[in-house]
């Protein structure tokens, strides 16, 4: 092979090589804009991920709220239905209490008039029949016995009376009656309760009493001031 031919067989040489370097060039420079363009996407296909966990996960709250709502909802409509039929006629027995007082007044005042006979008895069953009917709607007395302790959930004390046989807050008499209706208070029991006994001291004059005024020796004078005295602390 002559000198030429091996120069000619170089320089071929030489270009394929070039060719394949840059043909190797413009692969990688593909594969590395392929490999960004798929990053690319695998970032938005993430996002979106997230976006759509997000939107699931408020979606999700928000039912569980709704859930939550409706089922106070429903427990609220059962408690007022369960309400309305335990104590739908509450107005209705309140105004009969005040029918069964005027019964109970007819039979005492009959008892201390030692009063007997038809009608009176008829008072009596009529008032017994009475009692009879309320207790079938759940009415109940409130308990507010003589030497019974005071409870303000169930009595009204109306008076209080100092005594010296028996502690504070003791209940001395019922006035009026009280009564419930299940496990409700209707009216509260009216009740003469007792307190602590202070004793009076007669030695000097009290801090808190105004001093007593001085006896007229009848003279006009004298009259007449404490008379002014007189009118000005009425007025």
């Given at each position: 092979?002559?000198?030429?031919?091996?120069?000619?067989?170089?320089?071929?040489?030489?270009?394929?090589?070039?060719?394949?370097?840059?043909?190797?060039?413009?692969?990688?420079?593909?594969?590395?804009?392929?490999?960004?363009?798929?990053?690319?996407?695998?970032?938005?296909?993430?996002?979106?991920?997230?976006?759509?966990?997000?939107?699931?996960?408020?979606?999700?709250?928000?039912?569980?709220?709704?859930?939550?709502?409706?089922?106070?909802?429903?427990?609220?409509?059962?408690?007022?239905?369960?309400?309305?039929?335990?104590?739908?006629?509450?107005?209705?027995?309140?105004?009969?209490?005040?029918?069964?007082?005027?019964?109970?007044?007819?039979?005492?005042?009959?008892?201390?008039?030692?009063?007997?006979?038809?009608?009176?008895?008829?008072?009596?069953?009529?008032?017994?029949?009475?009692?009879?009917?309320?207790?079938?709607?759940?009415v109940q007395p409130v308990e507010a016995n003589k030497g019974q302790e005071f409870d303000p959930r169930y009595h009204q004390a109306i008076?209080?009376?100092?005594?010296?046989?028996?502690?504070?807050?003791?209940?001395?008499?019922?006035?009026?009656?009280?009564?419930?209706?299940?496990?409700?208070?209707?009216?509260?029991?009216?009740?003469?309760?007792?307190?602590?006994?202070?004793?009076?001291?007669?030695?000097?004059?009290?801090?808190?009493?105004?001093?007593?005024?001085?006896?007229?020796?009848?003279?006009?004078?004298?009259?007449?001031?404490?008379?002014?005295?007189?009118?000005?602390?009425?007025?």
């Open positions: 092979m002559s000198g030429n031919d091996r120069d000619e067989e170089k320089e071929n040489t030489g270009i394929e090589n070039d060719t394949e370097l840059v043909d190797t060039v413009e692969t990688n420079a593909e594969s590395e804009s392929a490999a960004e363009d798929l990053h690319v996407r695998l970032k938005q296909l993430e996002q979106r991920l997230e976006d759509k966990n997000k939107e699931y996960n408020d979606l999700h709250d928000r039912y569980l709220r709704m859930a939550a709502d409706f089922d106070n909802y429903k427990k609220r409509v059962s408690k007022e239905k369960a309400d309305i039929i335990a104590y739908g006629n509450e107005e209705l027995i309140k105004a009969l209490l005040n029918v069964l007082d005027n019964l109970e007044r007819a039979l005492e005042h009959s008892e201390s008039a030692e009063q007997d006979g038809p009608i009176v008895e008829g008072v009596k069953l009529v008032y017994k029949h009475f009692l009879s009917c309320l207790e079938r709607f759940g008076e209080r009376v100092e005594t010296k046989d028996l502690t504070p807050g003791i209940i001395l008499s019922e006035m009026l009656k009280g009564y419930t209706l299940k496990d409700r208070l209707l009216r509260p029991a009216l009740v003469v309760v007792s307190k602590e006994h202070r004793e009076t001291t007669t030695e000097g004059a009290s801090p808190d009493k105004p001093e007593e005024k001085k006896k007229s020796d009848g003279s006009p004078g004298e009259l007449l001031d404490i008379t002014d005295e007189d009118l000005d602390d009425n007025i």
